[in-house]
């Protein structure tokens, strides 16, 4: 390929990923899990600009949630309200002051519903154990992701499952990862070393979003975006996520820019 379409190919996912603003939060100390509001950044595939986005994360994790769901890093709760009719015990979680509180105002008067203020790794106190935990985009920002995993399996019944969505390959490292905190990005290979530490079974262990990977490495790596863009994160979610999509329900990626894990909690 000629170095000027390499360089307008470069170009053009840049656009679709991200701008060179530097106004964005400091890093975070890596010990514990970042607050939701400070952290707000990591989650513009997931809010109204990208809604192909919101869904294909569903569809990966629907089929692996039973009845009672442990959300760890809630925010407002918009993730955990789609299993709405299919739960009988629900606990959402954060570490943000404002997420809680609108998550307790949300959920005020459902009995089935428990809010819960946690930052990990640490003791989770709720009234029973669950058979799923769900955390998504989470696991990267704890320095202690093996006692962070220990911490939830607790309360979680024999053969449950805690799934996993993670940020993948540290070729992808950016100053966006460092300015949300992230303290790593995983492989398949360095998870189900985290997992398998924490004395966990592995169902499903997969990189996913080949594209997306790519166009993060164009935007992150060789433009050095900063920040997503939300106007240009719409044209991504509508050409780029349907395409992804499509083409891994035949190939199986070899990376991608996140790494999906459903880990089993021993009987």
Not at 96 to 107: F, P, S, W
């Amino acid at each position: 390929m000629p170095s000027g379409q390499k360089n307008s190919v470069a170009s053009s996912l840049l656009g679709l990923l991200g701008s060179r603003r530097r106004d964005t939060p400091d890093t975070f100390d890596g010990e514990h899990q970042p607050a939701a509001g400070e952290g707000q950044l990591e989650n513009h595939l997931g809010g109204d600009e990208a809604r192909n986005y919101r869904q294909y994360e569903y569809d990966m994790v629907a089929p692996h949630v039973g009845t009672s769901l442990l959300e760890v890093g809630s925010g407002l709760g918009h993730f955990s309200e789609q299993f709405a009719g299919r739960l009988d015990y629900l606990v959402v979680s954060d570490n943000d002051a404002y997420c809680v509180e609108q998550l307790t105002k949300r959920y005020a008067g459902n009995d089935d519903v428990e809010v819960l203020d946690l930052a990990l790794p640490a003791e989770i106190n709720i009234r029973r154990k669950v058979d799923t935990v769900v955390m998504m985009n989470v696991l990267e920002h704890i320095k202690d992701d093996v006692q962070a995993l220990k911490d939830l399996a607790s309360v979680v019944e024999p053969g449950g499952r805690i799934v996993i969505w993670v940020p993948g390959y540290m070729q992808l490292y950016g100053d966006f990862d460092r300015k949300v905190g992230h303290v790593t990005r995983y492989t398949p290979k360095t998870l189900e070393a985290t997992v398998t530490g924490a004395g966990l079974g592995i169902d499903v262990l997969k990189p996913i979003n080949f594209l997306g990977g790519i166009a993060w490495w164009a935007a992150v790596r060789r433009g050095g975006a900063g920040y997503p863009d939300p106007k240009l994160v719409k044209i991504y979610d509508r050409t780029v996520v349907p395409t992804t999509r499509a083409i891994e329900r035949f190939i199986r990626p070899p990376f991608g820019q996140t790494v999906f894990c459903v880990a089993r909690v021993p009987e």
